[in-house]
T-cell receptor, first 115, second 113 residues
Framework: KAGVTQTPRYLIKTRGQQVTLSCSPI?????VSWYQQTPGQGLQFLFE???????NKGNFPGRFSGRQFSNSRSEMNVSTLELGDSALYLC??????????????FGPGTRLTVL | SQQGEEDPQALSIQEGENATMNCSYK?????LQWYRQNSGRGLVHLIL?????REKHSGRLRVTLDTSKKSSSLLITASRAADTASYFC?????????????FGKGTSLLVTP
């Protein structure tokens, strides 16, 4: 099976712009989670989607949003970019059936740089 | 979901030595997972131990769980340079409420030849 894929891998934007990141989960996985990783704050949970619904949300401002499509692919959007949004954004998918645990399989990440 | 705290923050050893890192958490859990991250890349799931298990092995990895002390340890035996990475624990009490793992700062392991 193919792993979790994220596009683009690298992105450079300027303050005030918006950005959309994409994630394709492992085939058959129904849950997709997003994380932000920065040197200062570490690895922080953004949100989780399951069956096109946001099921969990971390402590991030409303500028951060996401969605999940019927094929489980997910996108996250950051509007009005700030310098502090520069980070590695990681997507992870989970099988999420009634027998499974919450083991997550991570993509390689999208490195976002805000200038 | 709660956050794990890894200790030490950094660990430097030589190839062939064993590396031990610890994780503490605050409330009851269903399971605890360990992940590895090579520099600037995605995390890789290493091992999951359930709350009713005390010890688990996977290759050169040995994980213990002490629910009374709310702590876990990850032992890597006979370390190799390729084990150089950051290691994160993720205690989980998720059930049907969704999958949200809260990671700590991690332990940065450096294995030198």
């Amino acid at each position: 099976k193919a792993g979790v894929t994220q596009t683009p891998r690298y992105l450079i934007k300027t303050r005030g712009q918006q950005v959309t990141l994409s994630c394709s989960p492992i085939s058959g996985h129904r849950s997709v989670s997003w994380y932000q990783q920065t040197p200062g704050q570490g690895l922080q949970f953004l949100f989780e989607y399951f069956s096109e619904t946001q099921r969990n949300k971390g402590n991030f401002p409303g500028r951060f949003s996401g969605r999940q499509f019927s094929n489980s692919r997910s996108e996250m959007n950051v509007s009005t970019l700030e310098l502090g949004d520069s980070a590695l954004y990681l997507c992870a998918s989970s099988l999420a059936d009634y027998l499974s645990t919450d083991t997550q399989y991570f993509g390689p990440g999208t490195r976002l740089t805000v200038l | 979901s709660q956050q794990g705290e890894e200790d030490p923050q950094a660990l430097s050893i030589q190839e062939g030595e064993n590396a031990t890192m610890n994780c503490s958490y605050k409330t009851s859990i269903n399971n605890l997972q360990w992940y590895r991250q090579n520099s600037g890349r995605g995390l890789v799931h290493l091992i999951l131990i359930r709350s009713n298990e005390r010890e688990k092995h996977s290759g050169r990895l040995r994980v213990t769980l002490d629910t009374s002390k709310k702590s876990s340890s990850l032992l890597i035996t006979a370390s190799r340079a390729a084990d150089t990475a950051s290691y994160f624990c993720a205690p989980s009490s998720n059930s049907n409420s969704g999958y949200a793992l809260n990671f700590g700062k991690g332990t940065s392991l450096l294995v030198t030849p």
